[in-house]
């Protein structure tokens, strides 16, 4: 168990701030160099660490902001429990564990009543701390049951060991974490609930990852273990992750068969920006050769018939939507990634300033999400109901997002591309509208120049969380048709003045109106033009799809197509097509026993 120091018992000569070294009271006395300063004391953060004991001390008690959101504390008596019985410690040590690290790790066992036999149960106890305190505790028995303490914090397990660390592990399971402190990985933590990736813990954990440079992930040699590493991934920043894949199902495993301590050592980089090898990027050329070029993301209900065809996205790219004002741009953009939620499942931010106040631009993507007026019956279509809106609630609570600029200044890029940072790890945000470019504050200098720094940091940003931001963007200039005096449609080169507008983003798109002119011989219509597509097989570039407005809902669908009045939560664009989708696997709330590796059959004597 990680000792604990009383902050008072910690003498610092000279001014106590920043950061200083000393003598630590828990194990310099017993040391051969007594006077070795292995303690390092942070009096910014009130932590001190110990880099001989790895004790711990902290200047204020944390109870009251750990439990701040009401959560209760298990029984604070965990230390009457520390004796572990013979048969339980014989029991860990055949799956390759011994009892330092059961004492570094804190297990204890307790009999205790499990839910699902009915009954008390002698247990295996994961002892949770974030600090000095025990904030949950997690039992199993010898049946593979688990349960844990009622209404407790859901943060990672073994926190503690990552405060003063420049790395961190994550793995999949409480067994992981004692499997690589067998083999000296001390700074290691564990999702708390198997493969699910809840928000909750990840927000809980935040402090004790700030300083954290690099993350090793490290999850199951399964598919669902394969998706929250790239959902954890995809949280922190894939630039600042590395991967580990087992040999066999987990770290346990590994210990068990002799190969932890090679596999550890095989570290692969995700595909981002940067200088790889060929080891780093082989599982994705073999992606390539196996399941052909990336899945772009397009809308595919029949409102938008044909447009896949003239353009797509992709994670990782920064897409600029322009065109004329009242010509309906942001209206395309909400609508375009409002469809990409719901059926790639992604989940959105939106900086917006230019639609507050926020409720009122929530009616919008409710009209465009639901299919109905929020205000009236109107062309004959009926008034959304309230029971429309707890819909939407429900499904656009974890799903849509939007971002308010603080104070009356305009927010700064490094401002909202750190908020942006801060959701994509808070809430596993992946697609970034900001509308529009001018509502942010560009830094003083040469205005090409900010441009292109702005946009630089925009796709990198994009590329290495391999996220999308679709940024809306007015044009400057607007040429008018020498013959007709109608407006030319705008081109990337027209937004801002800047050609790199065009070179720097990976796509970009323009919306065009038309009011319809017999004279002309126009129809009234909006078009969608592809001006840049980053791959070829992401679209065509030049080529235009042409679309109806719907008034009731503002939406836009197809020309010649029927207006949808439906709400897309319900909808299933691939049903209609008459493709059979897989059924998406329900992840179970009980995988806890998953995480832990138990072979069926196996005796355990406890
Ligand atoms: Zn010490």
């Not at 297990?107 to 839910?115: K, V």
């Not at 290495?464 to 400057?476: D, E, K, Q, R």
Request: aromatic share 12%; hydrophobic share 30%.
């Amino acid at each position: 168990m990680y000792k604990f120091i009383d902050w008072s018992d910690i003498v610092v000569k000279g001014n106590q701030s920043g950061v200083k070294k000393t003598t630590c009271p828990s194990c310099s006395e017993s040391r051969k160099k007594k006077k070795d300063p292995c303690l390092y004391v942070n009096f910014t953060s009130g932590v001190a660490k110990c880099y001989n004991c790895e004790a711990l001390g902290f200047r204020d008690s944390d109870t009251k902001e750990i439990k701040k959101e009401d959560y209760k504390l298990p029984s604070q008596e965990w230390k009457n429990h520390t004796d572990i019985s013979d048969a339980m410690v014989k029991y860990i040590e055949n799956r390759g564990i011994n009892q330092n690290t059961l004492k570094a790790l804190g297990i204890t066992e307790e009999s205790y009543y499990m839910p699902q036999v009915q009954r008390s149960s002698n247990c295996i106890v994961f002892n949770y701390f974030e600090r000095d305190i025990l904030v949950n505790k997690k039992y199993r028995d010898g049946s593979k049951n688990f349960t844990q303490s009622a209404g407790t914090k859901n943060i990672f397990y073994n926190i503690n060991s990552i405060i003063g660390q420049k790395e961190c592990w994550i793995v999949e399971g409480e067994f992981d974490v004692l499997a690589l402190h067998q083999v000296g990985v001390k700074n290691v933590v564990s999702v708390p609930n198997g493969a699910n990736d809840n928000d909750d813990y990840w927000a809980s954990s935040e402090t004790y990852f700030k300083d954290v440079k690099r993350f090793i992930i490290a999850t199951d040699n399964d598919t669902k273990g394969k998706e929250l590493k790239d959902k954890i991934a995809q949280r922190l920043g894939r630039y600042r992750c590395d991967f580990v894949e087992w040999s066999n199902k987990d770290a346990n495993d590994d210990l068990k068969e002799g190969v932890l301590n090679d596999t550890i050592k095989k570290r692969k980089q995700f595909p981002v920006n940067g200088t790889f090898k060929v080891y780093d990027l082989k599982g994705g050329i073999l992606d390539l050769y196996d399941n052909g070029l990336p899945d772009t993301m397009k809308p595919s209900g029949y409102y938008f018939e044909g447009f896949g065809d003239v353009f797509s996205l992709m994670h990782g790219q920064l897409t600029v939507g322009t065109g004329i004002p009242s010509h309906g741009k942001s209206n395309f953009t909400d609508w375009l990634v409002l469809n990409l939620i719901n059926e790639y499942d992604l989940k959105g931010s939106w900086f917006s300033p230019e639609h507050s106040p926020m409720q009122l631009y929530h009616t919008n993507l409710m009209e465009k999400t639901i299919g109905k007026n929020f205000w009236k019956k109107k062309d004959g279509v009926e008034r959304m109901t309230k029971e429309d809106i707890n819909k939407y609630e429900e499904w656009a609570n974890e799903k849509v997002y939007l971002t308010g600029a603080d104070g009356d200044t305009l927010p700064t890029w490094d401002w909202l591309l750190d908020k942006f940072k801060e959701q994509m790890y808070s809430y596993g945000i992946n697609i970034f509208v900001i509308d529009a470019f001018n509502k942010v504050l560009l830094p003083q200098g040469n205005k090409l120049e900010q441009i292109n720094i702005v946009l630089t940091k925009l796709t990198h940003f994009a590329q290495s969380n391999n996220v999308s931001i679709v940024l809306v963007a007015h044009p400057t200039k607007m040429k008018k048709n020498e013959n007709t005096g109608i407006y030319d449609v705008p081109s990337l080169y027209d937004v801002s003045g800047s050609a790199d507008f065009r070179n720097q983003t990976h796509n970009g798109f323009s919306i065009y109106r038309s009011w319809g002119d017999e004279d002309l011989g126009t129809e009234e219509g909006t078009s969608f033009y592809n001006m840049k597509t980053k791959f070829n097989f992401q679209g065509e570039i030049g080529a235009s799809i042409d679309f109806n407005y719907c008034p009731v809902n503002g939406r836009y669908y197809v020309k010649g197509s029927e207006p949808p009045y439906f709400s897309i939560i319900d909808y299933d664009p691939k049903e209609k097509q008459e493709i059979q989708e897989q059924p998406t696997e329900q992840i179970p709330t009980a995988t806890l026993s998953e995480a832990f590796d138990i072979d069926l059959g196996e005796d355990i004597p406890f």
